[in-house]
């Protein structure tokens, strides 16, 4: 107000309107400032997420985990899953089912309780 005198406004409505802008002018740029620094602070805590997410990765990493990837073709070796359709490996387990299945049946006719599932 006084700066307003020294400039020889001596119109007590126009210093008002002039101080009134400088306020509403202050208060604008007192938001601005806030909007900044919370856009700041978000971009800083994504940096730092980002960074904490890049150094997980990096210690995930070992020199040989896209070998099998790279390969132009992946050819399994000879006899790979043959296992699976060989008989002689599923006899025992065969065996040991039926085995299972008998004595479920000796129970049923030694008390008369039928079981409800068979193995």
């Keep these: 107000m006084i700066q307003e005198l020294q400039r020889g406004n001596t119109r007590i409505e126009s210093i008002i309107v002039r101080q009134d802008a400088a306020q509403q002018m202050m ?31 990096r210690s ?19 006899g790979t899953f043959l296992w699976i359709l060989n008989d002689s490996i599923h006899t025992p387990v065969k065996a040991t089912l039926d085995t299972l299945n008998n004595a479920l049946d000796d129970s049923k006719r030694d008390t008369n309780v039928v079981p409800e599932h068979r193995i």
Excluded: G, W
């Design 60 to 78: 995930l990493y070992f020199p040989s985990m896209n070998e099998r990837r790279n390969m132009e073709s992946i050819v399994a070796a000879e």
């Design 27 to 57: 208060a604008s740029i007192k938001m601005d400032t806030l909007h900044i620094k919370d856009d700041l602070n978000k971009r800083e805590a994504a940096t730092q997420q980002s960074t904490e997410v890049k150094e997980f990765l």
